[in-house]
């Protein structure tokens, strides 16, 4: 059951899109927090672990790649599942993030029924 | 022009503004005249595998209209940062989408930061190419230069 959601771009924008896409397909009762980068993700992720994070690949600080890679050795955040958004079509990267554990790469510009194809495996029990 | 990057623009420009504003866009049959409205640019540099930029023009109305959806705020209450913020989204967006197209799929890109205003360069470039759009929030027009548009 996803109840809290982080939300990591460096982008206002981005991070408010991806917010009303999920609200969209099913999450509007979820609590929701940002951050703008993985540094900062990380931080928050300490002190308040969720259910679901959604972070962009190219940010500044730390990148989605590297934030993946910390949450997925961390014991106690190893299995928040982690989705990644990609500006950049490079179906090598997306492999390697999926086997890094990502649950998913979608490519920017996604709507919100790719959004919630993505996420459908942890909606079923919503 | 090339028609294969004439149709991988469209299709990019489509997709990003009817995902980020659901709203259609479609190519205009005419050049846009931005003399008599408020409009506001920005474009990118695309470093590699191509040297090149991609450049956007809109009336303020229209992306001021975007972020009224987007933030869900009437348009007194969004700062000119959120404005900006949002074109260099579309744009940033519109060049990826364009690029992961008409490129091989084994070739990587690498674009730079979004910066206000349009490429110097671009307009003593005589291969620039200007495409411009309508769409249900108003019309813009994008604009790529360089190296990128004779190689792809």
Redesign the interface.
Known sequence: MINSILIVDD????R??VQ?CLEAIGFAEAEFTTATDGKEAITSLKENPVDLVISDLTMPNMDGEQLLKRIKSSPKLCDIPVAII????????EIELSNMGAVGVL?????PAELYQLLLPFMETQ | MNERILEHIQLAAA??I???AFAEVYPAEKAIDYSNSDSITVHLEVLEPYNGSLGMRCSSSFITSIAEN??ALPAQEITS??LT??L??II??I???F???A?P??V??K?SLPMPGLDENQHDDLNMCVWDFNGEEGDFTLYGAGELIEKL
């Open positions: 982008s206002d924008t981005a408010m899109f009303r990609s500006s950049a079509g490079n179906p090598a990267k490519a920017k510009p996604f709507s | 997709k990003t009817e995902s980020m987007l933030f940062k959120q913020d949002l260099n989204e940033n967006t060049a990826g989408s690029l992961s197209a490129l799929s084994d990587s890109f674009l």
